[in-house]
């Protein structure tokens, strides 16, 4: 099983950037569809963005696109998520997620479709 561990959540004022990081161990990350997903307080989780294993396809939900990107370092076993013009309703706990895919060149959007889940790194954004 793959670990994940995020960082680089905080407080930003509306309007404001955050990017965070997602470090994987424990398995060959490129094996991995990589996602992201966010619960805010009282909702259910939800899908942000996704990308394929090899960084050159992703997908993002209709409420974030245009402002948020995923990418990914497979060198360096992490994937991001670059999070600009912030929006009070970002608020949320955001998840790193891992889909094992080893013959998989597609993204991952489905929130069953992943196998490994971090922490969690709270995102709060100040109006």
């Known amino acids: 099983q793959v670990q994940l561990v995020e960082s680089g959540g905080g407080l930003v004022q509306v309007g404001g950037s955050l990017r965070l990081s997602c470090a994987a161990s424990?398995?060959?990350?490129?094996?991995?569809?990589m996602g992201w997903f966010r619960q805010a307080p009282g909702k259910e989780r939800e899908f942000v963005a996704t990308?394929?294993?090899?960084?050159?396809?992703?997908a993002s939900a209709d409420s974030v696109k245009g402002r948020f990107t995923i990418s990914r370092d497979n060198a360096k076993n992490t994937v991001y998520l670059q999070m600009n013009s912030l929006k009070p309703e970002d608020r949320a706990v955001y998840y790193c997620?891992?889909?094992?895919?080893?013959?998989?060149?597609?993204?991952?959007?489905?929130?069953?479709?992943?196998?490994?889940w971090g922490q969690g790194t709270q995102v709060t954004v100040s109006s």
């Open positions: 997620a891992a889909a094992y895919a080893p013959f998989s060149t597609v993204v991952a959007g489905g929130i069953n479709e992943y196998d490994a």
């Open positions: 424990g398995r060959t990350f490129s094996n991995y569809v």
């Open positions: 990308i394929n294993r090899s960084g050159d396809s992703t």
